[in-house]
């Protein structure tokens, strides 16, 4: 009682004068913002596993570490320091674990999750662990890993002086598809299955060959893993394309099993459907898979389907939904499936039973990112929305019941800050198209005022904007700022024909009327100043940003963020050749047309917006010679123009914290220039 007195005394005393006294957000409080994520429920439901980070403001980098806390968010405390992919055994005794060993090399552990809370190092070899992935019986841990290749293409240099220090040997490429954005080089090994006890000993590598067990994504290997057990553990589940391929069957991808003692594999799904993640039936005579239908667009629309697991009776489950169905997880009973789904900029769980019946279990504003899944169906995973940062939710898989939030990792941080508003809003684009914005509104907006906008747009193309928190938007607007965002032909969340209306035609009519009529909504409405307006977007977004510098010359200044400018000079530097390749209707050297008419630089005659360009000097998705080649051009034309090469950044300009300051900084630098009202600052 005592303590619930002296609660209640700190709360009154406290709140009101964070009310009264609340600041605009800083930029220097992005430093201070934890993350949550990978919330691991124990099979009995009583204890949840999690990771949170947060900034190592002095070596500048983010630095995670694993906490737990009882199922009600009670008792929540530090379990260990490092390590990540923590995963429960099926009989809740341990978690297997991926931490560096004392080489700084990634590894596979075990600890026991007793009073005594013993740790076990299990793998010692060449392998790097990726992915953790239980037997049922708690005895083996499944992952994958790379195999190094060989190959007799090398030379040996001669009359080399014993202790000369000569340049290492240069990187030979033989592949199509041989490096990727934050990995690099790729064509050092192939991606394969391995198993190891639990008790540690020598891992046993299941499936072998020139080939990945692993799906490809857009002709990149993905970073993640996804393998399932039969509920006999007598065999894995995995995707991939199981045969030697030159890389342009890239698109082609099988569902497999393969048998843990003998390591025979078997193929269950045919070619009529691309297939991808699946997952063994509780009663072990399904397998649940994700697909599309094989093609070399640049958008694939993705279902669900079912397969016996010997490979007969292959059938579409679900189809027609506004994005491809994720994270598929049996029911119990094995009658249906329950599964995420992206739709106009939420994602909630959903249920499906084995005739195609979708039901929602989780509805509203939202993001969830669900995780697992306990014993009696208490599932655990993240929230967030437009206004709120992420935390751990837990709730009822079956009907949503029990929602509970059960952290609140940065109430301190946000404690006394004016926060901005997001609304949404719906609007009416050519050809009859409904598109859907948000707009962040600055802190104590006044709709009789007149604010400048930004405009930012998503990068992908085939991806959406979330209502999830942005802290680049909310500083904006505590800048002063309207920020808009919108999600226009070509993204995801709307259905196959939205996502699919910018085929061949991309960056080009439709997505760029979709995009100023969320500005001219904006504008509208009375409190925008229609001569303070700028534009800027990454990837995607940069891609739209320079084709719209090219269209009008409405926004005071521009910033084009890894962008592409010339289609043709992306073949072969980005490290998704095979999807470059085939992302026009014919290839450029049979008929150029289409590459040359949506590629911005082509145009550069046309810009008269003052432009910024700004990219990572690593980059490997959108290598920085497409913003230096625009760059020279506009320069050339005497436009004003910069480029920026950021330091020590992949595909993206803020994974590293002292970048993100300085990418918002700039950004503000360079719209402050062009802004009337900071006309002499």
Not at 575 to 596: A, C, H, L, R, S
Request: aromatic share 12%; hydrophobic share 35%; glycine share 10%.
């Amino acid at each position: 009682m005592l303590q619930r007195l002296a609660a209640l005394v700190v709360a009154f005393s406290i709140t009101p004068w964070a009310l009264v006294h609340a600041e605009p957000l800083k930029l220097e409080t992005y430093l201070d913002i934890e993350t949550v994520g990978d919330p691991q429920i124990s099979p009995d439901g009583s204890q949840i596993i999690y990771v949170r980070s947060h900034i190592d403001k002095m070596n500048d980098r983010r630095s995670a570490s694993m906490w737990i806390m009882n199922s009600d968010g009670s008792k929540n405390r530090q379990l260990m320091a490092k390590g990540g992919n923590a995963r429960w055994s099926p009989d809740g005794s341990r978690i297997a674990f991926i931490s560096a060993d004392d080489a700084g090399k990634p590894q596979l552990f075990v600890r026991w999750m007793d009073s005594e809370g013993a740790i076990s190092q299990i793998t010692y070899g060449t392998e790097r662990p990726r992915g953790i992935f239980w037997s049922p019986d708690s005895k083996s841990i499944a992952f994958m890993s790379r195999v190094p290749r060989r190959t007799d293409f090398t030379v040996k240099l001669p009359g080399k002086p014993v202790g000369a220090k000569w340049k290492e040997d240069p990187l030979v490429v033989e592949e199509l598809l041989w490096h990727q954005d934050r990995i690099g080089p790729m064509n050092n090994g192939w991606d394969h299955i391995f198993v190891v006890t639990a008790d540690g000993g020598t891992p046993n590598q299941l499936t072998d060959g020139n080939w990945h067990a692993n799906t490809r994504r857009l002709g990149a290997i993905r970073s993640g893993a996804n393998l399932s057990w039969s509920p006999d553990g007598s065999k894995i589940a995995f995707d991939g394309l199981a045969e030697e391929d030159d890389g342009r069957r890239y698109t082609e991808t099988y569902v497999y099993t393969v048998d843990v003692k003998t390591g025979d594999i078997k193929q269950l799904t045919d070619k009529s459907v691309g297939a991808q993640d699946p997952v063994f039936s509780p009663n072990g005579e399904m397998v649940a898979f994700t697909g599309f239908h094989e093609s070399v667009m640049s958008y694939r629309h993705v279902n669900m389907y079912v397969v016996n697991t010997d490979g007969s009776d292959q059938r579409r489950v679900v189809s027609d939904l506004a994005s491809g169905p994720s994270g598929l997880r049996w029911a119990s009973n094995s009658r249906g499936i329950y599964f995420t789904l992206d739709k106009e900029g939420d994602r909630n769980v959903h249920y499906t039973n084995m005739s195609g019946k979708v039901r929602e279990v989780t509805t509203g504003d939202q993001n969830i990112f669900l995780s697992n899944v306990s014993n009696r169906g208490v599932a655990v995973g993240t929230q967030t929305d437009a206004d709120h940062t992420a935390d751990v939710v837990r709730f009822d898989l079956s009907d949503g019941d029990n929602f509970a939030r059960v952290t609140d990792v940065n109430a301190d941080v946000f404690a006394g800050v004016d926060k901005s508003e997001t609304i949404e809003f719906w609007y009416d684009s050519t050809e009859g198209t409904k598109v859907q914005g948000w707009a962040v509104l600055p802190p104590n907006f006044d709709k009789t005022k007149k604010y400048p906008l930004i405009l930012s747009i998503h990068g992908g193309p085939h991806a959406m904007y979330r209502e999830t928190y942005n802290f680049m938007f909310h500083h904006f607007a505590a800048e002063g700022y309207v920020v808009v965002f919108t999600n226009p032909r070509g993204s995801t969340g709307y259905g196959e024909e939205f996502a699919a209306a910018i085929e061949n035609i991309y960056p080009g009519p439709r997505d760029y009327a979709d995009l100023m009529g969320g500005v001219d909504y904006m504008i509208d409405q009375g409190y925008v100043d229609p001569d303070r307006t700028f534009v800027t977007g990454c990837s995607g977004g940069g891609i739209l940003t320079a084709w719209t510098i090219t269209q009008t010359d409405r926004f005071k200044a521009a910033a084009s963020r890894c962008v592409v400018s010339d289609w043709v000079g992306m073949v072969g530097t980005s490290d998704v050749t095979g999807w470059m390749i085939n992302f026009f209707d014919k290839p450029f050297w049979e008929d150029p047309t289409q590459w040359y008419e949506h590629s911005a630089i082509m145009h550069s005659e046309n810009v008269k917006t003052p432009t910024l360009f700004m990219t990572g000097d690593v980059d490997r998705r959108t290598p920085d010679q497409q913003a230096k080649q625009m760059y020279a051009v506009l320069k050339y034309l005497g436009v004003p123009t910069k480029f920026i090469s950021v330091k020590g950044e992949y595909h993206g300009t803020g994974s590293i914290p002292s970048n993100y300051l300085r990418r918002q900084l700039y950004l503000m630098k360079w719209f402050n220039m062009y802004d009337p009202a900071h006309a002499g600052d």
